[in-house]
């Protein structure tokens, strides 16, 4: 009885981490759960409910005893060109759409294809002679 009790509690535990983590948005976002993760990140303790970022932008909170929650906090595209790609800026948390074909330029969705790989920027004109 005992057991099937702690069960519940941390089954309990793990989906209001994740209702609460996903904010009620519709964007898709990854989280995980760990329940033998310690309530710590470098070099704090944490206690039951206090949150904090870690390196890899992911949003963590302590559900002490019964482990650790993580959910990432970078909102992704879902909807852009095939010639784009994102990507995930660690200082900032914020993602960015850019050239697959050189990702030193931005990406805008619903402009014209940009990508190098697919011709020419500039229109060519054909001279009659």
Same mark, same amino acid.
Not at 7 to 19: D, I, K, Q, S, Y
């Given at each position: 009885?005992?057991?099937?009790? $702690?069960?519940?509690?941390?089954?309990?535990? $793990? $989906?209001?981490?994740?209702?609460? &983590?996903?904010?009620?948005?519709? #964007?898709?976002?990854?989280?995980?759960?760990?329940?033998? #993760?310690?309530?710590?990140?470098?070099?704090?303790?944490?206690?039951?409910?206090?949150?904090?970022?870690?390196? /890899?932008?992911?949003?963590?909170?302590?559900?002490?005893?019964?482990?650790? +929650?993580?959910?990432?906090?970078?909102?992704?595209?879902?909807?852009?060109? &095939?010639?784009?790609?994102?990507?995930?800026?660690? $200082?900032?948390?914020? /993602?960015?759409?850019?050239?697959? &074909?050189?990702?030193?330029?931005?990406?805008?969705?619903?402009?014209?294809?940009?990508?190098?790989?697919? +011709?020419?920027?500039?229109?060519?004109?054909?001279?009659?002679?």
């Amino acid at each position: 009885m005992k057991m099937e009790l $702690a069960r519940v509690n941390w089954m309990l535990a $793990a $989906a209001a981490f994740l209702l609460c &983590a996903s904010g009620g948005s519709s #964007a898709p976002m990854v989280c995980h759960f760990n329940s033998r #993760a310690l309530c710590e990140f470098e070099g704090r303790h944490f206690s039951l409910g206090e949150s904090w970022m870690d390196d /890899a932008c992911m949003q963590c909170t302590c559900l002490h005893p019964v482990g650790v +929650g993580c959910c990432e906090t970078v909102h992704r595209p879902v909807d852009f060109p &095939a010639w784009c790609e994102v990507r995930a800026d660690s $200082a900032t948390c914020k /993602a960015v759409l850019v050239q697959t &074909a050189d990702p030193r330029l931005p990406c805008y969705p619903g402009e014209e294809i940009r990508d190098p790989g697919h +011709g020419s920027l500039q229109p060519q004109q054909h001279r009659m002679g």
